[in-house]
């Protein structure tokens, strides 16, 4: 029986243990955080069930268009609801609590031993857990990743907070400062706008969301300007600092921006520090991530990696697919390696914004010959019931096969609808077979069929 010792509890660390209890492996999984990690404990479970509040007001806000009227007599809806962030965050931390607890027992169904503390390795072979050794046939790093901070602007968990902070506030912030405008820093701006904050959104970019799809970045940031969110752009954050009751984020350029709260979304740092990992002969980049290939081995024969440690897509879709890939490659199962084309990710805005396979900027920038189309949801009709105007459906297809290569979906609940652009990517379906599938009428699911048909006319 192989012995498997498994360092961090995140998604990658449970995932890949139950998949190695599975396959016969005698597992032990180290961990110092709780089970789940960051991404059930502070991360992406508490941040979506705090979105799902922001979605419900953002649905209150656009309601009275669809003839919700409230029996005090206000013709808007949004100036009769408020909330609650105290309640809202016992919510939060209830059901990261609850997920957690879950995992836990799942891992105790599959006979999987939990040691508490920290992990670090003596050799390939051998984790060390305070004065306790486990020897192993097979060792993972799961070990996560934790907020970057801005040097001299420490939070403090009041006025200054890292998103794994903003779940002990008892008062919705009356102006809250988001330094950052990736996926993090986008997605907090966009649910306390919806709660009710005047939120301040610093990007040190042209645009927000400098990653994701040109075209949807720019219907999101004409959502935030029509609905009173100030965006700085070209604007980079030098300090952010304490001020009597509030907070001064001071910008390169020497103006200063005020507010009760800030928020840091700067980007993540590898937890891989005094691990003793490149003395066990595990390469790490210059950023401190662990090096792994698609099979999620290191640079040490028999330590596997998986999750944000590793820096390859920081998602928990990602991390618990490189735990399992992981385990099926050490034990000696039948194995995918990770193919990145075919991962789909979702930015959690209002719209929501979803996404799979090639890139517009891949296709501007000539490393591909696809064929793209885009249909806007304003063509919808059962997004014109729901009084839905902004978004869109792109799909790409290679021009001489039509296979769909990508695809990117803006709108209300984009991350269930990316699902059957992710399957024709990954079973490499063509925009014909694509079109030939019903879909129910109404529904927004078939502008993705008609993105679909589209493209046979084109090609």
Not at 25 to 54: M, N, Q, R, W, Y
Not at 119 to 145: K, M, N, Q, S
Not at 185 to 213: C, I, M, N, Q, W
Not at 373 to 397: E, H, I, T, Y
Request: charged share 25%; hydrophobic share 45%.
């Amino acid at each position: 029986m192989a012995r498997v010792v498994i360092i961090g509890g995140g998604p990658g660390g449970y995932e890949a243990a139950s998949a190695a209890a599975q396959l016969g492996g005698e597992v032990t999984v180290v961990d110092s955080d709780g089970i789940g990690g960051s991404a059930v404990l502070t991360d992406c479970v508490p941040s979506k069930t705090l979105i799902a509040t922001a979605e419900v007001m953002t649905e209150v806000e656009e309601a009275g268009e669809l003839g919700v009227r409230l029996d005090d007599g206000d013709d808007d809806p949004a100036n009769s609801v408020r909330v609650d962030l105290s309640v809202v965050n016992q919510r939060v931390k209830a059901l990261a609590t609850a997920q957690s607890e879950g995992i836990e027992r799942r891992l105790d169904r599959d006979k999987v031993r939990i040691v508490k503390g920290r992990g670090r390795l003596d050799g390939p072979e051998t984790v060390v857990v305070g004065d306790e050794r486990l020897d192993a046939d097979v060792i993972l790093i799961a070990t996560g990743a934790r907020p970057r901070i801005l040097q001299g602007s420490e939070p403090d968990g009041e006025r200054i907070l890292t998103w794994e902070q903003v779940y002990e506030l008892d008062e919705l912030p009356e102006r809250l400062i988001v330094v950052g405008s990736g996926v993090t820093g986008a997605e907090f701006a966009s649910a306390y706008d919806a709660l009710g904050s005047d939120v301040v959104l610093v990007s040190s970019r042209d645009r927000v969301l400098p990653g994701e799809d040109a075209d949807a970045a720019a219907v999101l940031e004409d959502v935030f300007k029509r609905r009173g969110l100030t965006v700085l752009g070209k604007s980079r954050a030098e300090s952010v600092k304490r001020q009597g009751d509030g907070v001064v984020v001071t910008l390169t350029d020497g103006r200063k921006v005020e507010g009760s709260h800030a928020l840091l979304a700067v980007g993540s740092l590898p937890n891989t520090d005094d691990m003793n990992l490149v003395e066990s002969g595990v390469s790490l980049t210059d950023g401190g991530f662990v090096q792994v290939d698609r099979v999620s081995r290191t640079t040490a024969r028999g330590v596997y990696a998986a999750g944000d440690c590793t820096g390859v897509l920081m998602l928990a879709s990602v991390a618990a697919m490189q735990g399992r890939i992981a385990m099926a490659h050490a034990l000696g199962d039948a194995v995918t390696p990770l193919d990145q084309s075919t991962v789909s990710a979702n930015v959690f805005t209002a719209p929501e914004i979803a996404t799979v396979g090639l890139t517009q900027a891949v296709l501007d920038a000539g490393g591909s010959t696809a064929m793209v189309v885009k249909v806007p949801l304003a063509d919808n009709a059962r997004a014109k019931m729901q009084g839905v105007r902004d978004g869109f459906v792109k799909l790409f297809c290679l021009p001489n096969t039509g296979i769909v290569v990508g695809g990117v979906v803006v709108a209300p609940r984009a991350s269930e609808l990316i699902h059957p652009i992710s399957l024709a990517v990954g079973a490499r379906l063509t925009v014909d077979q694509v079109a030939q599938a019903f879909t129910v009428y109404p529904s927004v699911s078939g502008s993705v069929a008609e993105a679909a048909r589209r493209l046979h006319l084109r090609s």
